[in-house]
């Protein structure tokens, strides 16, 4: 049986996050209870950020399941393998966490099949228990695990919601893109641009954002402008690195890429 080394799970460099509200303080103490973590709030806002400063700051583990509509539950629990023609268990990333103690991060649990969420409910009320029934064998979380999960409410549906019986098993933060102020500091932070470069982006931004109801899903998110802020740090342009880091992956639609287009060139 395989075990986790705690070594490749630790963060050891404080990652930047810029708090927004009492996040921190309120995540701390839901570990400290024993209380497991949803996090609501639209696409590349910081709740995966959140989640690693939070490692940091507790100095536990940080295990983290990118969700998807395929996830079984033995892709969690664990499962046999055949190896040199014999049965070997090896653990899923949800029964290490729990073994070693660590934060395991579900990440758009919503995108996971409902069979599978399921799995989470005795670790995520007073029981904290994670029964192994391949094995015959029932996990106790010690008291260092921390059970996350996130999801996008601009994306959920009747068909992709969590279930009360499992939304009413968690303390739920709100995450937001930052304040104009906040969120350009942000961008001076991780995109390495100057200051007046990053208000602009976030002025781009804010106008992308206003665009929701003519058919855009979602405006540039931070991480976007982040990235656009490294492209121009790298030697290209404005324009460009707007258009492919903010443009491109934000609709295919001509009318609302010409639309972003337009704001782009009206400020850079």
Known sequence: MNSIPLDEHLIRREPYYHASGEEIPLAVAAWKAGMPLLLKGPTGCGKTRFMQYLAWKLARPLITVSCHDDLSTSDLVGRYL??????????????????????????????????????????????????????GELLIAPDSFMLAVSYNPG??????????????????LSFDYPAPEQEAEIVVQEGGVA????????????????????????GASTRLLIQAGKLMIAGI????????????????????????????????
């Open 155 to 172: 994306y959920q549906s009747i068909l992709k919601d969590l279930k009360p019986s499992t939304r009413q098993r968690f303390i739920g």
């Open 82 to 135: 055949i190896r040199a023609g014999e049965a070997v268990w090896s653990d899923g990333p949800l029964t290490m966490a729990v073994r070693a103690g660590a934060i395991c991060y579900l990440d758009e649990v919503v995108e996971a099949r409902k069979d599978t969420t399921v799995v989470i409910h005795p670790l995520a009320d007073d029981r904290r228990e994670l029964p192994i029934e391949k094995l």
């Open 237 to 268: 342009s404005s324009r460009t690195a707007c258009t492919v880091a903010i443009t491109a992956p934000l609709t295919d639609d001509p009318e609302l890429t010409g639309a972003i287009d337009e704001m782009i060139f009206s400020l850079f």
């Open 195 to 218: 200051a007046e470069i990053a208000h602009t982006l976030v002025k781009l931004a804010l106008m992308t954002r206003s665009l929701k109801d003519s058919g855009l899903v979602e």
